[in-house]
């Protein structure tokens, strides 16, 4: 049984920072990322890293967002800087494990006021 467990979402003001973790747990994981989901919108890609560290980003989130993890811990990290109100959503971490299929979070909520 595969479980995560985000952390770090909330209310911040616009050119602020958050750190959103999320810890998984019951496999190794190959890939790991996150995802967003704006109100009234699709779900869409943020980011994702692999085991050895490669990464993907959204174009238009290169230079502010930074994705880590720390295998040791099966944890994800997002750093999130100078946010902006468009920034708001919900995000949700997921993680494939190496047997399996792909796990989701149940979502954080990040409010980014102007």
């Known amino acids: 049984q595969v479980q995560l467990v985000e952390s770090g979402g909330g209310l911040v003001q616009a050119g602020g920072s958050l750190r959103l973790s999320c810890a998984a747990s019951?496999?190794?994981?190959?890939?790991m990322g996150w995802y967003r989901q704006p109100p009234g919108k699709q779900r869409e890609l943020v980011a994702t890293?692999?085991?050895?560290?490669?990464?993907n980003y959204a174009d238009s989130l290169k230079g502010r967002f930074t994705i880590s993890r720390d295998n040791a811990k099966n944890t994800v990290y997002l750093q999130m800087n100078n946010l902006k109100p468009e920034d708001t959503g919900v995000y949700f971490c997921?993680?494939?494990?190496?047997?399996?299929?792909?796990?989701w979070g149940q979502g954080l909520q990040v409010t980014v006021s102007s």
């Open positions: 997921n993680a494939k494990p190496m047997f399996g299929s792909l796990s």
């Open positions: 019951g496999s190794v994981f190959t890939i």
């Open positions: 890293i692999t085991r050895a560290g490669t990464t």
